[in-house]
């Protein structure tokens, strides 16, 4: 894929890139990183359309969900660092703060109505 750019300049950054990266992934590595982006992606579809649907509880398990993998991802940026990790890394860090900032919202009048 790179071969045609590589010709024409052995120095592009991301073409070498790229053939650096090809190969250092094997068959497994794919099949993890295929694996890890499916469960997390479905897990987070879920808990998303409950709390879309307007499910409080919804809010603590996706958070509490979101921390696991942060952690997990935090250690494997340690152990190997990738740019699209401690992307996907921030992403996740963010959606737990609006995701707490939005639970703090829905759960006040709820406390109100209890209070009352």
């Keep these: 894929?790179?071969?045609?750019e590589?010709?024409?300049d052995p120095q592009d950054f991301i073409a070498r890139s790229l053939v650096?990266?090809?190969?250092?992934?094997d068959v497994s590595?794919?099949?993890?990183?295929?694996?890890?982006?499916?469960?997390?992606?479905?897990?987070?579809?879920?808990?998303l359309w409950a709390v879309l649907k307007n499910r409080?509880?919804?809010?603590?398990?996706?958070i509490g969900f979101l921390l696991a993998f942060?952690?997990?991802?935090?250690?494997?940026?340690?152990?190997?660092?990738s740019w699209v990790l401690l992307a996907l890394?921030?992403?996740?860090?963010?959606i737990v703060l609006l995701t707490w900032r939005e639970y703090?919202?829905?759960?006040?009048?709820?406390?109100q109505n209890q209070n009352e």
């Design 20 to 25: 650096n990266l090809s190969e250092r992934l």
């Design 56 to 62: 409080l509880w919804a809010y603590p398990w996706l």
């Design 1 to 4: 894929m790179t071969q045609h």
């Design 89 to 94: 890394t921030v992403f996740d860090v963010v």
């Design 70 to 81: 942060i952690l997990y991802q935090d250690y494997e940026l340690i152990v190997n660092f």
């Design 104 to 111: 703090q919202l829905r759960r006040l009048p709820d406390l």
């Design 29 to 47: 590595a794919t099949l993890f990183a295929a694996f890890y982006l499916l469960i997390h992606g479905l897990a987070k579809a879920v808990l």
């Design 6 to 8: 590589l010709s024409e």
